[in-house]
């Protein structure tokens, strides 16, 4: 069993980070957008470019529902059981993902 308070902690820092992310890259496309440049390849980079930022920020709060989910597992004392089998998730697995939700072999298949 992982300690709850140090995984509370570690999930929230991770979500603060996605936060920070997910609003910089928001605002980078936003800010990119009031000096549209005439020149159509440099419009053409600067599309691709924003739909990278989009890319970013869509990944950044995908994650941060996940961990908001786990966050949620974790105050109802499920956090660690897989949701589809209800065996502990392995635990090197919860360490490199720590909002993971299914055990290895459920993940698998
Ligand atoms: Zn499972």
């Known amino acids: 069993m992982i300690g709850a308070a140090g995984v509370q902690e570690t999930l929230q820092q991770r979500r603060e980070e996605l936060v920070a992310r997910a609003d910089r890259a928001r605002d980078d496309a936003a800010h990119r957008g009031e000096a549209v440049s005439q020149d159509f390849s440099e419009q053409a980079a600067e599309r691709q470019n924003d739909e990278v930022l989009r890319g970013i920020e869509s990944a950044a709060r995908a994650e941060i529902d996940r961990i908001d989910e786990a966050l949620g597992r974790l105050q109802r004392g499920e956090y660690g059981l ?8 392995e635990r090197p697995r919860l360490e490199a993902i720590p909002y993971a939700d299914r055990c290895q072999s459920c993940a698998d298949h």
């Open 82 to 89: 897989c949701v589809k089998c209800g065996r502990d998730i």
